[in-house]
Antibody
Framework: EVQLVESGGALVQPGRSLRLSCAASGFTFDDYAMHWVRQAPGKGLEWVSGISWSSGSIGYADSVKGRFTISRDNAKNSLYLQMNSLRAEDTALYYC????????????????WGQGTMVTVSS | DIVMTQSPDSLAVSLGERATINCKSSQSVLYSSNSKNSLAWYQQKPGQPPKLLIYWASTRESGVPDRFSGSGSGTDFTLTISSLQAEDVAVYYCQQYYSTPYTFGQGTKLAIK
């Protein structure tokens, strides 16, 4: 079964750091681009960051650029999001998501999503 | 950045009737190399992650009932549910994956009338 499981969410103070992880199983992880999408409580979806299968292409939303870093460890079938200088507006449920097709060099829809991990930034 | 605007924000439709949700992008999402529109539709039910319904604007994901269909090209797109079922109550989002940031629409909440 194809599965994504996020972890690492917590209650943190503004200005602090947090690292999210996403463990993948049931598919050849290193063949697929991966993304982070967040959803603030009661709000819509916001794309946060994405990384190509080779880590050669990375993108960020303007709202997190310079503060968040996406990475992957294909040997561990894992995706990460290092979040620094956290702000109250970063409070959200963070999902990792897999794209549909392998080895793509262009954008693609997200066919598998994890259940999410909650990040709360508050003093 | 490409801005995605959905209409309406909320919609109430009777069981068995047609539901139509619109999505407009601020610029074309037509990918020239394959002549396909980089537009997806997702369904999100309370307490669940989003579920992919439609990709390339009109291709139904495997396992999605055929009452769901997508249409449109360039900047204007539509998700249609031909005969609303009770289990279709959800929030629906469009998303462009033409260029980063891969923006979503604000969502359309679908309810039963």
């Amino acid at each position: 079964e194809v599965q994504l499981v996020e972890s690492g969410g917590a209650l943190v103070q503004p200005g602090r750091s947090l690292r999210l992880s996403c463990a993948a199983s049931g598919f050849t992880f290193d063949d697929y681009a991966m993304h982070w999408v967040r959803q603030a409580p009661g709000k819509g979806l916001e794309w946060v960051s994405g990384i190509s299968w080779s880590s050669g292409s990375i993108g960020y939303a303007d709202s997190v650029k310079g503060r968040f870093t996406i990475s992957r460890d294909n040997a561990k079938n894992s995706l990460y999001l290092q979040m620094n200088s956290l702000r109250a507006e970063d409070t959200a449920l963070y999902y990792c998501a897999k794209v549909r097709l392998r080895l793509l060099s262009i954008g693609d829809a997200f066919d598998i999503w994890g259940q999410g991990t909650m990040v709360t930034v508050s003093s | 950045d490409i801005v995605m605007t959905q209409s309406p924000d909320s919609l109430a439709v009777s069981l068995g009737e047609r539901a139509t949700i619109n999505c407009k992008s601020s610029q074309s999402v037509l990918y020239s190399s394959n002549s396909k529109n980089s537009l997806a539709w997702y369904q999100q039910k309370p307490g669940q992650p989003p579920k992919l319904l439609i990709y390339w604007a009109s291709t139904r994901e495997s396992g999605v009932p055929d009452r769901f269909s997508g249409s449109g090209s360039g900047t204007d797109f539509t998700l249609t549910i031909s005969s609303l079922q009770a289990e279709d109550v959800a929030v629906y989002y469009c998303q462009q994956y033409y260029s980063t940031p891969y923006t979503f629409g604000q969502g359309t909440k679908l309810a039963i009338k």
